[in-house]
């Protein structure tokens, strides 16, 4: 199960919301409601046991979607963490663009140098390898080779 925390900005409020998914099928958690949903295909959902037809465009900070002829315009809200950083001072690993994970170099338990890269990116046809902030024992792997990450999001737990 693949979870995402966010915090988008729609017609200039906040609005937290939790995506859970695996393998097309999940639940939105929005505004105190938890929506069940079901990707049918590269134009069709499913919410709430009916059939949509959706697009969806991703930019950098920006997600624009279109379903059932009605266009959501959706801002990621800046938090007071850096996003853009790779690592986090408590040896997190995060994702320094939005894109996909090619592969995973190591497993939970085993020891890393520092620097050392534990995980690979795909963004755009080009690779970025992410590396270990300081020497220690991987805690834990959040992603999955294949699996689509946005920009910020924590990949690989490093602990000293």
């Known amino acids: 199960m693949n979870t ?6 729609i ?4 609005v937290p919301c939790r995506i859970e998914e695996s393998k097309g099928q999940g639940t ?3 505004s105190g409601s ?3 949903f079901r990707i049918l295909g ?3 959902i499913e919410i709430s046991g009916r059939r949509h037809r959706f697009y969806v465009l991703h930019n950098r900070n920006t997600t624009t979607v279109w379903l059932d002829g009605r266009t959501y315009f959706l801002e990621r809200a800046v938090q007071t ?6 690592t986090h001072h408590a040896g997190e690993i995060r994702a320094l663009m939005p894109g996909k994970l090619l592969r995973v170099s190591v497993q939970v338990g085993d020891t890393v140098a520092e620097k050392q890269p534990v995980a690979v990116m795909e963004s755009m046809k080009m690779e970025s390898p992410l590396v270990a902030p ?3 024992r991987v805690s834990e792997i959040r992603f999955k080779p294949g699996e689509v990450i ?3 999001e924590v990949v690989v737990v490093i602990e000293t």
């Open 11 to 14: 017609g200039g409020q906040e």
């Open 4 to 9: 995402r925390e966010l915090l988008w900005r």
């Open 134 to 136: 300081h020497a220690g």
């Open 28 to 30: 939105f958690h929005i």
């Open 81 to 86: 963490r850096d996003l853009g950083s790779a």
């Open 42 to 44: 590269p134009a069709q």
């Open 34 to 36: 938890a929506i069940p």
């Open 150 to 152: 946005d920009m910020g």
